[in-house]
């Protein structure tokens, strides 16, 4: 495990830092009402990203591998294309019938092209690229959360007032410019080559894998909308910023031995036969279980420090961040 740490531990904790104090902000800005809100409208993002991706960034750790990491540049920009098609078609589609705001649909889209290229250059083993240019989510993307947090910062000390609106214009602003900038690495990267590949091809692959993929942030909205049923907007907040602190660690061990395992299991499968899968799945399996156990005691021991320094709104969240 030491071995493959990599050189990745410095940027992750960094990037956990800045989704953190992205956080603080959010919760200290926002009312306790709006924060519900505001985690709501995430969650449905996160789960629109898993959908509209049609599984192409996790293909792409089958694919990439197959051709003996030829063809990337190709891949890449098959799944791209289509991915703007999609765009534009929604994007008209909202223009007339004005469903969700605009900035949203940006911020799914520009996320689901930085989650491709983050993905494309952990397959190829340009991991420090994987975190720096990863998509927005707790414990995400280093540079995405270093724009975010610089962006609303500068707007909190000017006495800028703050809604859920603008938050979202500056979230999609920041998920551009990550992606402006992978795709310019990626295009450095990545050589052009010939490839056999075609859409329906790429589609017969990925679609059950983001199928697969969505299950759980489905789950999580069905959650959050019971929550949103049976509890007022106050307790809702209460609610929600639990639920958000207590996946953002767990969540940052989670996307980290991801990184470092999933290029590892993909090569082994498709190289050597699952040769080594179980037992890599097994040590990832057991280093996370015994991270949360660790993180869970700690978080109860000094929730109440940390709550009175950083979270005073949320004084009352305790018991059921602890449930």
Not at 3 to 17: D, E, G, M, P, W
Not at 187 to 200: A, D, E, G, P, R
């Amino acid at each position: 495990f030491l071995k493959n740490l990599s050189n990745l531990i410095v940027l992750r904790l960094t990037s956990f830092l800045l989704s953190a104090f992205n956080i603080i902000f959010f919760s200290n800005i926002l009312s306790v009402e709006d924060f519900g809100t505001f985690s709501i409208q995430i969650s449905i993002i996160q789960l629109l990203i898993f959908v509209f991706s049609f599984g192409f960034p996790n293909s792409l750790t089958i694919l990439i591998p197959e051709q003996n990491f030829q063809n990337t540049k190709n891949l890449l920009k098959l799944q791209k294309n289509f991915l703007y098609f999609i765009l534009i078609i929604i994007l008209a589609t909202n223009h007339f019938l004005n469903f969700i705001s605009q900035s949203i649909i940006l911020i799914i889209f520009f996320n689901i092209v930085l989650w491709t290229n983050s993905l494309a250059f952990n397959t190829e083993n340009y991991k420090k690229a994987t975190i720096f240019f990863g998509p927005y989510r707790p414990g995400g993307g280093l540079f995405i959360n270093a724009l975010l947090l610089f962006s609303i910062s500068i707007l909190f000390f000017l006495e800028v007032n703050i809604d859920l609106n603008m938050i979202f214009i500056i979230l999609a602003s920041c998920s551009f410019a990550s992606m402006f900038l992978s795709e310019i690495f990626s295009n450095i990267k990545f050589k052009n080559s010939n490839s056999n590949y075609t859409m329906l091809s790429i589609l017969r692959l990925s679609i059950p894998i983001s199928l697969q993929k969505s299950i759980d942030p489905l789950q999580e909205i069905i959650f959050l909308m019971v929550c949103n049923y049976f509890l007022n907007d106050y307790l809702l907040g209460l609610a929600l910023f639990s639920y958000r602190m207590s996946l953002i660690v767990p969540g940052l061990v989670g996307s980290f031995l991801e990184i470092n395992y999933l290029p590892l299991i993909s090569k082994d499968i498709i190289i050597n036969k699952f040769k080594i899968s179980n037992a890599l799945l097994q040590e990832k399996t057991q280093i996370q279980a015994l991270c949360n156990f660790v993180i869970l005691i700690f978080a109860i021991l000094f929730y109440d420090f940390f709550a009175q320094l950083i979270f005073p709104q949320y004084l009352e969240a305790k018991n059921i961040f602890i449930i």
